[in-house]
C-alpha cells in the first residue's frame, strides 16, 4: 500500500496570519518534482474583498529574481464559492432579499415558504428565523445547504461538507452577506518554470484587498524519488 504521504511532499506554503495586501511564503526547490499545488485556507472576508493567489518563482530560496510565473493566478472574492457564510439581519422590512446560489428569498409581512418568502418578524432573531425555516424548505430551499441562526445572524454550510460551495448576494442595506470561511487552490508544473535562466523555486504570493485571516499548504507532487516529511508531528495507520 502506497501512502499519499510517500506520494508528495508536505510543507507550509503561507503562514497563517491575518494578511492585508500581499505577503510571499517560503521559496522551495522544484528540482525532484514535477507538479506543485498550493492550497489556500482563508476566514472571515466581508463583502467585496478578494483575494489573489500567485505563484512565484526564483532561482534560489532567498528569492533571487523572484517573478510571477505567467498566466498562473486565481481569485477568490468574498461570497462567491465559499465554504460558509453568514447573512445578519437589522431591522428587514418587506421586499428586501437575499440571493443564494441563485435563489431569491425575500421578505414579506407573513411567512410563504413555497414562494421563498420569509417573515420580516417581530424582531432581528424572529426574521432570521423565518429566512432559515426557508433556506431549509424541503421543495423551496437551497439544495445541498442548511441554515442556521442565532441573535439575528443566520449561517451557511454544506450539508456534506466538501460536496457544495455557497455563493450569496444582496443588495438591501438592512442584510449584509459576509464570508466565514473559503478555500481555493493554484496548481503549477514545473515546466513552467524559466529553468533555462536558472529558475527552479516556487512561492505562493496572496494578496488580500482587505484583512483575512490567510494560510495556504504546498504540496510537491510526481518526485524522483519518495520524499522524506520534516514535520512535528506524524502518524500513520496501518491494519494489523
Known sequence: MKLLSEGVKIDIGLTSQSLNGAGTGTYYSMTNYRKALFVVELGAMAAGV???????????????????????????????????????????????????????????????????????????????????????????????????????????????PGEATITASTAALTITVATLRAIGYIECDASYLDDLDGFSYIALRVTNSAAAQTGAVLLRGNPSYTPTQHVAAAKVNTKQ
Open 50 to 160: 478578494t483575494s489573489v493567489l500567485q505563484v512565484m518563482q526564483a532561482q534560489d530560496a532567498a528569492g533571487t529574481g523572484a517573478k510571477a510565473i505567467a498566466n498562473n493566478a486565481a481569485t477568490i472574492t468574498a461570497n462567491t464559492g465559499v465554504a460558509a457564510a453568514t447573512i445578519t439581519c437589522a431591522t428587514v422590512i418587506a421586499d428586501d432579499a437575499v440571493t443564494i446560489n441563485g435563489l431569491v428569498f425575500t421578505a414579506a409581512a407573513a411567512e410563504d415558504l413555497p414562494a421563498r418568502k420569509f417573515a420580516v418578524g417581530a424582531n432581528d432573531a424572529a426574521c432570521a428565523a423565518s429566512l432559515v425555516k426557508a433556506i431549509n424548505h424541503a421543495t423551496a430551499g437551497v439544495p445541498g445547504v442548511t441554515a442556521t441562526s442565532a441573535l439575528g445572524v443566520v449561517t451557511l454550510v454544506a450539508d456534506e
